[in-house]
């Protein structure tokens, strides 16, 4: 049974910094594509970035420039270095992964992520 594992939310201040990780558990093969998801109350969950293999990678707009994503294949783990956070940001923070490019995605459990004075 594979699960991920995820880990650095917390609560910062507006311009504050967080580094989430995340962690598979009962596998040791390498993600096709790894990536973090949020969902702010009332509203969709959103794909916020995301990397691959080839360690290609994209971005929300909303967060291009400020969250920086990466990939240790070694460990099996991909974090979300966020930078310059806001009150937007707020959320609960998902992360997916998904062992080859047929195959359905694998979700940890979220991690929230609160950006308040």
């Known amino acids: 049974q594979v699960q991920l594992v995820e880990s650095g939310g917390g609560l910062v201040q507006p311009g504050g910094s967080l580094r989430l990780s995340c962690a598979p558990s009962g596998t040791s093969f390498t993600f096709y594509v790894m990536g973090w998801y949020r969902q702010a109350p009332g509203k969709q969950r959103e794909l916020v970035s995301a990397?691959?293999?080839?360690?290609?990678?994209s971005y929300a707009d909303s967060v291009k420039g400020r969250f920086t994503i990466s990939r240790d294949n070694a460990k099996n783990t991909v974090y979300l270095q966020m930078n310059n956070l806001k009150p937007e940001d707020t959320a609960v923070y998902y992360c997916?992964?998904?062992?080859?490019?047929?195959?359905?995605?694998?979700w940890g459990q979220g991690t929230q992520v609160t950006v308040s004075e």
């Open positions: 997916n992964a998904k062992p080859n490019i047929f195959s359905g995605a694998y």
């Open positions: 990397i691959y293999s080839s360690e290609t990678t």
